[in-house]
């Protein structure tokens, strides 16, 4: 399916070296990578160890990508919504999913 092929072609510009936050259905094309997060890990601890514990520095974050009404929320809306959202810019953008990347650290 097209949609999917242009997503699978976003995720492959996404350097090797990249810290990625995704939503949960785009992690096993995601799975390979030394550093990854299952949204909204590390930006808000959720599903995260026993009680949230060493939670990791949101800071770290290179690219952010997200789905729209997956489960029946967008969180493509949700993370355009929060204030950590001016570090970055959104670099791919498809029906129903968003690819960022970071721009600057406050």
Known sequence: IE???RLKEALAR???DAAVS?????????SHRRRIYMYP???RT???????EDAHDADTIDYVVLRDRIGGASTVAE???WPVRDEFEKVERG???AVYRRVKVV
């Open 22 to 30: 995704a939503h949960f259905s785009v992690l096993p094309h995601l």
């Open 46 to 52: 959720q599903y995260w160890g026993v009680h949230g």
């Open 3 to 5: 949609k999917y092929a």
């Open 79 to 81: 993370f355009d919504a």
């Open 14 to 16: 996404i350097p090797a």
């Open 41 to 43: 890990n590390p930006f």
């Open 95 to 97: 029906r129903d999913w």
